[in-house]
């Protein structure tokens, strides 16, 4: 049987698919990360909530109507699982109320250890929160004599619908949350959900109180005897952003807070009965003061001691955007323990208005409002909450905000990208912390590594791990490992040690965590010598073999050709500003701190990106240059990869390939039929020949293998017009350069986005006629596009078939008519009575 070309191809499609996500799997496991995908999981989906039993390595998920079980270290074993859903009679109650019949499932929001060898589990069940207990031995929830799920109400324990913020801390064996507490989710509460009925105590209903608010975060800060002289009581936190209103503005201003309340806090006698009587709560100020810049969203904060063991050396990493900027921007900011203290013991801010101007603020009663029960109001008399004065109890419930804010300066911000998840490592402890590494989850399944020293902000890694449709939304460190997931994923990789970075590059720009460069075993290796004087990073850079410096990049020369559409990377972790040199023509346009270029005559010559160092503190930025690159122009060749809008001499090629192939086609086709027809005695053309089908891509691969090692960032191409949630609305393809971390580019492109899908064209086939899709470049590409021109490699040409009927018929009668109907078939092309359009390519972007 001889098989056509066209069905020979569709054949190595699925297979040239398939190569990248192989190539993928296989640097991940050489670097004992695993990441389990959805078929892992069977089809339980929407991952929300993780708790980890770190004792046993068992990794509790909650999802939509299950809850499972993974043992983190044998993750290849199968998930253990519990099915918990809704009645169908109640979830069509739940549709009837105007609900969607998505959100009317029952979505786990909580999980939390009770210390008695249960997990406390509660789901929004239809938006009717329920509460069951999780039996750890045995892995199955407590039923009821009539074998049903033991269940209590989850109102003011978990939210009513799935996708309202929420967060909870268990202190003590009682829980503490913050979520809303009706079924239209109008109102909020900051409570305590469990214990004996009269210390289940709430926020009042004030907008004094909480106006609006998107609640991010929480954390149980307990006192230990040796650092507690005092008796101080314990306290917990609770960060959220909510609409201030303490500013005269005509648009709601959205602020970030932390609120505190007290552990024995158990209401009023007579003024706030059953209500907080330590609620106290301050404005959180990420900021870069020399340009203004404020970051007033809080979207999640990670709590770590400094030193282990020392609660007062607490640190609240968060992670921010801004409610001004149009385009995506994060930045984090890191604030003590100690200055939110101070900001809480300071002065109230007065609320209360007349109608003309502020009035004068009240006299601060005593005992202080608001404090924790401590020795010192015990021997006072004040044993309880329920022996303060009324003066006491109204002044704090009329002022529960503080006049100070605690303020930072940012310690990174990234413009063009959306952290959603933060988890931070540190180098060593207390005095000698050398410094921290922040582990960063984006919206787009990706994992960004930055290392933070002293004032100096570096990206060493991105790490691709899901589908840019699965944003990372839950990060766990444990054992040296990063326990990533998404709604439908989750990833173990690697998080700490100097073997994480295996280039000489990338171990440079962790020197000042106390990593050093092994010339002869050729990895990355644990130092505890320190660092000599002046710039560690850009001293350790010199020793590679590229001569680059953090401040001194090597020029990386681009051959390139007229018409392509480059994006040049200069990364930027500060909120100061990036500024290019490049040759004196318009046909630029700078993409937060990168820059596009349109490649013309007057556009060649040698581009410098500059950004300015900013670190908390530095009022007085320097100038640092952080990427550069020189652009030659390279002649047309048929084995390039380089597509343009209007070259005539490439359509050319274009066409002749096409030609050529479609030529050859039917001269195989011919003689096929020729034999067939001989053998059948004049029987028809079957109707699965080449000629009579549709859909039929001779697509030629062009990628260039990948080396799955490199340490470079993982980057790829992506389109200048494409929205950040996939969705591409250019027809220019664009080539996509990236650097690593702040010093020269050291250029790589991820060959998968780790399932298997293809990054430089659609593998599937398509019927809209002829195409002519660009290849995304990386400068590795661009580097060596000579050679493999000497080596002749095939163009990427999509074609389709056209109708084919009359095709048939001209088979029958020889060559002649074949070609005569070709010809009036190319002529019915628009294609050739216009420039060329670009296919459209599926991509995963950065």
Known sequence: MIMSPGGAMLILLPVLCLLPGASRAATLAGLGDTILGPEKFEGIANFSTFLLDRSSGMLFLGSRDAILAVDTYKLNQKPQKI????????????????????????????????????????????????????????????????????????????????????????????????????????????????????????????????????????????????????????????????????????????????????????????????RWTTFLKAELVCEDKPSGQRYNILTDVFTTQHTPGDPSSTHFYGLFTSQWEREELSAVCVFSLSDISKVLDGPFKELKKTCENWINPEPVPTPRPGQCLNHALKAEGYESSLKLPDKVLTFVRDHPLMENSVTAAPLLVRKGITYTKLAVTQTGTGEELKGAVLHLGTDRGELHRVAVVGQNTTLLQEVALFTSQEPVNNILLHQGKALVGSPLSLASVQAEGCALYPSCQVCARARGLGCVWSTVEEVCRPTTANPGPGDIVDDALRKCDNEDGRCNPAIRELRVSIGLRLLLPCTQLSPRPCSWEHPPHRHTRQHNSDLEVTVTDDSLGRYVCTCQEAGPGIRDPTPCRRAAYQLSLEGPSIGGTIATAGG?????????????????????????????????????????????????????????????SSASLLSEGFRLTEKRNGTATSNTSTTLLSNNGNGGAVIHNKPSNGHGNSLYANCNTSNSGLKFTSEILTANLLDGRTEERKRGRPKRIERESGDGGEADDGLEDGMGDAMKGLVEDLASFPMFKSPAPLAQCEESSI
């Open 648 to 708: 005539r001499h490439v359509l050319a090629i274009y066409i002749l390939f096409f030609c050529g192939g479609l030529v050859f086609g039917i001269c195989l086709l011919y003689f096929a039929t020729r034999r067939r027809s001989i053998g059948h005695k004049g029987n028809h053309l079957p109707d699965n020949s080449l000629s009579s089908e549709k859909g039929r891509d001779l697509l030629g691969s062009s990628a260039t293998p990948q080396s799955p």
């Open 83 to 274: 099915i918990w859903d809704v009645p169908e009679e109640k979830r069509r109650s739940c549709v009837a109320k105007g609900k969607t019949e998505v959100d009317c499932n029952n979505y786990i929001r909580l999980l939390e250890f009770l210390g008695d060898g249960r997990v406390y589990v509660c789901g929004t069940y239809a938006f009717d929160p329920q509460c069951a207990f999780l039996e750890l031995a045995s892995f199955t929830l407590e039923k009821t004599e009539d074998g049903g799920v033991k269940m209590e109400t989850g109102k003011g324990k978990c939210p009513f619908e799935p996708s309202q913020h929420y967060t909870a801390v268990m202190a003590g064996g009682t829980l503490y949350t913050a979520a809303t507490s009706n079924f239209l989710g109008t109102l909020f509460d900051i409570s305590r959900a469990t214990g004996p009925e009269q210390e289940r105590i709430r926020t009042e209903r004030s907008i004094n109180w909480l106006s609006d608010p998107e609640f991010v975060s929480s954390a149980f800060i307990e006192q230990t005897p040796d650092s507690n002289p005092t008796g101080d009581d314990d306290k917990i936190y609770f960060f959220f952003t909510e609409v201030a209103k303490e500013y005269d503005l005509y648009t709601k201003v959205k602020v970030p807070r932390v609120a505190r309340v007290c552990k024995s806090d158990v209401g009023g006698m007579k003024t706030l009965q059953r």
